[in-house]
């Protein structure tokens, strides 16, 4: 099938054709209650331009690289809304840093609807930052490009390490200023304003729910419901009191999955409210998110978040069991007996024990052919690791490059490990490295009993192990150089991040270990919420 411009694709509804919404003429924000979405309109923005695109999600969903302006970029900034499309935007609670927020919903997205892909499938799409919604509150309905680039370059990025994440086909420039208070701090200034086209089978959240309980609209709750099982859960079969309980245990087992893989490439959150986790387990809003370079379970880049630590790099996984436990509570209205959704909350603690072993075992180039020491290996790393400060990306690719010297044991081993450590490390103190050495040298002789040739091993070791992530740095870079009319930073990183398993050896320089000035750096290692 070849490839049509966007403003030719024929959209299909079935969230605004099959739920209760309201298009209602009142504009401003305000409560919406008994209603699942509000029909609205995007805004138009003056000049838009297109500034990266993602070729392979765009040739699935047979949607043709649009020129830098024109209709199909007209119809991703919001500006041209065709006939087939019914432009929405979902309302949806949700607990922000564990409190109860009431309703907030698509304050800056707007869904236009869904196209199908190559092979069949629905995908809807979503501009966010195309103008405000009844649930803007008191903000703009707008993005600023440094966040909207993020979160492109990193829908994809995650997308190609393997990880479950909404996906983004495109990032349009407003040519209109949005005016932001980076920190918070009393200093607003303008900055250019942009458009993601995100993409995801639905960007239902766990707030979608919670909303429709908190308010007792059992109707919606259950319509909801009863259309995310129709339409996303199929397997599942009709709609009724066991399927819910499938389907809630099947949430409970993709968040698990999801969580496994943030926990193995080192990706932090930043803002696990309800309202940011998807009922399909995928990685979405990407906004004060960071990657963890020193392996620092306390690490959360997120400068709001300072305080309580509450969403850092290693309270991920009780987090999003917080939250599955707050979906279980709006659920528990459509069962007879809310105590079975418990399942769901061991089957989330079993799946993301196993999912993470499995993962690390595979990073580890290992088989599990011993499970009661590899879990022991396996769950001492983090400890060893988070002592001298490692560089959790640079020490697995440079352990995989290590391995085949390791199991033929030609080497001098401590040479060796001092050396990988010397490399993968920021700062060791004295005597700092002890638990990792002996963690070294164990897993060597647990490597060494691997049946497999070690190229093999090497091999797929490299094939988990990411040389390339997009370093929270790096992002920062891109950002900057964009604002300055620059793209071909954007487009460096688009190019390895795609393929982030490969060696790409003309640019070495964007896998290199954080640079000693970024540290710190506001963007770069700080981020707020404001974006
Ligand atoms: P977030 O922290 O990005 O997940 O957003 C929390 C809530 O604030 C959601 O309801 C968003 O739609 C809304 N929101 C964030 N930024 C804006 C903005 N610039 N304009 C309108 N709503 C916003
Ligand atoms: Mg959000």
New binding site residues.
């Given amino acids: 099938m070849s490839a049509s411009s966007l403003e030719q694709i024929p959209f299909e509804n079935p969230f605004v054709d099959e739920l209760r919404g309201e298009d209602s003429a009142i504009q401003g924000s305000r409560q919406v209650p008994g209603y699942c979405y509000s029909r609205v309109q995007p805004t138009s923005v003056q000049a838009p331009r297109l500034l990266a695109w993602s070729e392979e999600l765009g040739e699935y969903l047979g949607i043709a690289k649009p020129a830098a302006q024109g209709p199909a970029v007209d119809a991703l900034a919001g500006n041209l809304v065709t006939a087939s499309m019914k432009p929405f ?1 979902a309302r ?1 609670g ?1 607990h ?1 840093f564990g409190n109860w ?1 009431g309703q ?6 707007i869904s236009l609807g869904q196209v199908a892909a190559v092979d069949g499938t629905p995908w809807e799409i979503q501009l966010k ?1 195309a103008g ?2 009844p ?9 600023v490009l440094r966040s909207s680039l993020r979160e492109f370059l990193c829908s994809e990025a995650m997308h190609a390490l393997g990880v479950p994440t909404t996906r983004a086909l495109s990032l349009v420039g407003t040519g209109e200023a ?1 005016v932001r208070d980076m920190f918070y701090n009393g200093n607003p200034q303008e900055e250019p304003g942009a458009i993601v086209a995100r993409v995801a089978p639905t960007f239902i959240r766990f707030g979608n729910f919670q909303i429709m309980a908190a308010h007792g609209e059992m109707d919606n709750l259950r319509a909801l419901a009863d259309y995310t099982l129709r339409h996303h859960y199929p397997e599942l079969g009709p709609p009724g009191p066991d399927a819910y309980v499938r389907w809630f245990e099947e949430v409970a087992r993709r968040t698990a999955v999801m969580v496994a893989h943030w926990m193995t490439v080192g990706f932090v959150h930043g ?1 696990m ?1 309800t ?2 986790m998807s009922i399909l387990g995928l990685t979405i ?1 990407y ?1 004060p998110y960071g990657w963890l370079e020193p392996y620092d379970p306390d690490w959360t880049p997120n400068t709001t978040d300072f305080g309580s630590r509450r969403y850092a790099f290693g309270q991920q996984p009780r987090v999003a069991l917080w939250n599955l436990m707050a979906l279980a509570q709006a659920l528990s209205p459509l069962l007879p007996d809310a105590q079975v959704l418990r399942g769901g909350l061991d089957i989330y603690a079993r799946t993301l024990a196993d999912t993470q072993h499995e993962l690390m075992l595979r990073k580890l180039g290992l088989t599990s052919q011993f499970p009661d020491e590899d879990r022991a290996l396996t769950g001492e790393l983090p400890q060893a690791l988070s002592k001298p400060e490692i560089d959790m990306t640079w020490f697995f690719r440079q352990l995989s490059h290590l391995a085949p010297a390791l199991i033929a044991g030609t080497g001098n081993e401590d040479a060796l490990f001092a050396e990988l450590i010397a490399k993968a490390a920021y700062s060791v103190a004295p005597d700092e490295d002890r638990n990792l050495l002996k963690w070294l040298h164990r897993y060597t002789a647990r490597l060494r009993q691997e049946p497999a040739e070690k190229e093999a091993i090497r091999a797929g070791m490299l094939a988990a192990n990411p040389k390339y992530v997009l370093r929270n740095y790096l992002a920062q870079q891109a950002a900057e150089a964009a604002e300055a009319g620059d793209l071909s930073v954007l487009e460096r990183l688009m190019h390895v991040l795609k393929t982030p398993f490969d060696e790409h050896s003309e640019y070495e320089a964007l896998a290199a270990k954080r640079p000693d000035w970024a540290r710190d750096k506001p963007g770069a290692a700080t981020l707020s ?1 404001s ?1």
């Avoid at 907030?104 to 997205?109: E, K, S």
């Fill in positions: 935007a949806y949700g922000q927020a907030l919903g698509d304050g800056r997205a930052g405000p919604t649930y803007s509150r008191r903000a703009d309905g707008r993005a949005v803002v409210n309202d940011n809003d906004g919420c974006s």
